[in-house]
């Protein structure tokens, strides 16, 4: 590799993740956003790409190519080959200029860098199944380099519809050929080729980057929430009943009879159980969680084809080019909007059992968990915050797959709005820690009290967050320990991924 294609900025990175067009693995994709790994393109496959680009050179000559030989949108019946045979480069430039039309907050550098990792792969997946963008090699080139330098462009959040995140990859377009700076690191300008722009723009990869990160916090999180929910039991002294493995057998939801499995085996040899029949809060975890987990799973399949394989319209064959609707992410929707909502039940029953911790008739332990003088109020506020945060994701629980639209002079009447489905997957990944985290809290408060009631299979767990928070129970403000918890969720994912629950 020459010096031109050094990823300097993750120099000191040992771990290496070769892009190539294949299955990018969400943890690796994860880990080049966040400069934990180094991405290396593979120049081999990247230089098989020019037969496609020479396909649709070829296409260019003996027909109509939608947006390379006329305009797009509501345009994509005039013809704009005069202006090409003049000025090759104009009708491009002037495609990604009128649609750089971005607004709104700029996205922050991991998400851009996970961006550019999936458009890339996205490309290079041509090679591999015979078609594709058919991008010219000099611009292919160009985004590789920035992949590998740690090169990042501005990208703003606002102007996608589920139906290509043409606006933000307009200005990675604009940034490339030198119209507009890079936010960090440079590349030289690329030319442009007469075909190059709405190929390049023509992908969900700002969205699938949005998704891709969220949904691997969101992972960690449902592990971990799951070992949290193992920890209020044990202080609430549940009846594992409710999670016996003939139960699951009889209805075996996917998930579920794992998921009840990894609790069972967590509260073994816990404290005799105070009830015959537990609140919702404590029976029904299983049925809550593993609809969750499914939905992970299911995202998770679409998000790994999608940055995979190439969508681009149109596609370009060795044999011809074809017209189609690939752009269009309702597979893509309906994964998101099922995650947030199954996520969110999740969360409401966090809370759940949250209230039935700070209950003394439950706990057999003094009023939310109070310490100090008589009249102290312990964790109370705790369940205003929760609250608080459960209004704030309630709006994201709305399918996004419901939304209308008619744009372009109303040729284009539908779209996915996958795009607003991934931010928020995203806002759901940034509040539902605060949520667990205060149950978690709350758990090993009980636990602390009343220490007999931790089973051997939860003790390495409760460990995870006793050794952060603060002894002193008397009433103080949580927030420091609140975020000690949240900081220890990917430690007590991890032990749960090590331990087999």
Do not use: C
């Not at 998400?111 to 078609?131: M, S, Y």
């Not at 074809?322 to 969110?344: E, K, N, V, W």
């Not at 372009?408 to 990944?429: D, I």
């Not at 667990?436 to 758990?443: F, G, R, S, Y």
């Amino acid at each position: 590799m020459d010096q031109q294609h050094d990823p300097s900025a993750t120099a000191g990175v040992a771990r290496v993740v070769l892009v190539d067009g294949g299955v990018l693995a969400l943890e690796d994709l994860d880990a080049l956003a966040r400069g934990r790994a180094r991405p290396v393109v593979d120049r081999a496959v990247l230089a098989s790409l020019g037969a496609l680009h020479a396909a649709m050179e070829t296409a260019r000559g003996n027909g109509t190519v939608y947006g390379a030989t006329t305009g797009v949108g509501a345009n994509k019946d005039v013809d704009v080959e005069e202006e090409q045979e003049e000025h090759p480069r104009a009708h491009g430039l002037r495609l990604l200029r009128s649609h750089a039309a971005s607004l709104g907050p700029v996205e922050d550098e991991a998400t851009t860098r996970a961006t550019l990792v999936v458009r890339l792969n996205q490309l290079l997946a041509g090679a591999r199944l015979g078609l594709g963008a058919g991008v010219s090699p000099p611009v292919l080139a160009a985004l590789a380099d920035a992949v590998e330098t740690g090169a990042v462009p501005t990208l703003h959040r606002f102007g996608g519809i589920g139906t290509s995140d043409l606006a933000p990859l307009a200005e990675l377009g604009l940034t490339l050929v030198g119209e507009r700076p890079w936010a960090s690191g440079a590349l030289p300008p690329v030319g442009l080729g007469p075909a190059d722009a709405l190929p390049l723009i023509s992908s969900h990869a700002l969205t699938l980057a949005t998704a891709s990160l969220a949904l691997v916090r969101l992972r960690e999180l449902l592990i971990a929430g799951l070992g949290i929910s193992a920890l209020s039991f044990l202080a609430l002294r549940g009846n594992p009943q409710a999670w016996a493995p003939a139960v699951h057998a009889a209805r075996p939801h996917p998930r579920q009879q794992a998921v009840a499995a990894a609790l069972d085996a967590l509260v073994a040899g816990g404290p005799e159980p105070v009830r015959l029949q537990d609140p919702f809060a404590l029976r029904t975890a299983p049925q809550v969680l593993a609809p969750a987990f499914a939905a992970a799973d299911a995202l998770a399949d679409v998000l790994l084809m999608e940055a995979s394989t190439p969508g681009e319209n149109p596609l370009v064959s060795l044999e011809g080019v074809f017209h189609h609707g690939q752009f269009h992410a309702a597979s893509l929707a309906t994964a998101l909007d099922t995650l947030r909502a199954t996520t969110y039940g999740v969360l409401t029953l966090s809370a759940a059992r949250l209230a039935l911790l700070l209950r003394p008739e439950h706990t057999g332990l003094r009023a939310f968990l109070a310490a100090g003088p008589r009249g102290s109020s312990g964790l109370m506020i705790g369940e205003y915050v929760v609250q608080d945060a459960l209004a704030e994701l309630r709006p994201a629980t709305a399918p996004m797959t419901a939304g209308t639209v008619s744009i372009s002079l109303g040729l284009e009447e539908h779209a996915s709005f996958a795009t607003q489905g991934a931010r928020a997957l995203r806002q759901t990944a940034d509040l539902a820690p605060l949520v667990l985290a205060v149950e978690a809290l709350a758990a090993v408060r009980a636990l602390r009290a009343a220490p007999d009631r931790l089973s051997p299979g939860a003790t390495a767990l409760f460990g995870v967050f006793d050794e952060v928070l603060d002894r002193d129970a008397r009433d103080a403000p949580i927030g420091p320990d609140v975020e000690a918890v949240v900081a220890r969720v990917p430690d007590l994912a991890l032990l749960l991924r090590l331990e087999g629950p």
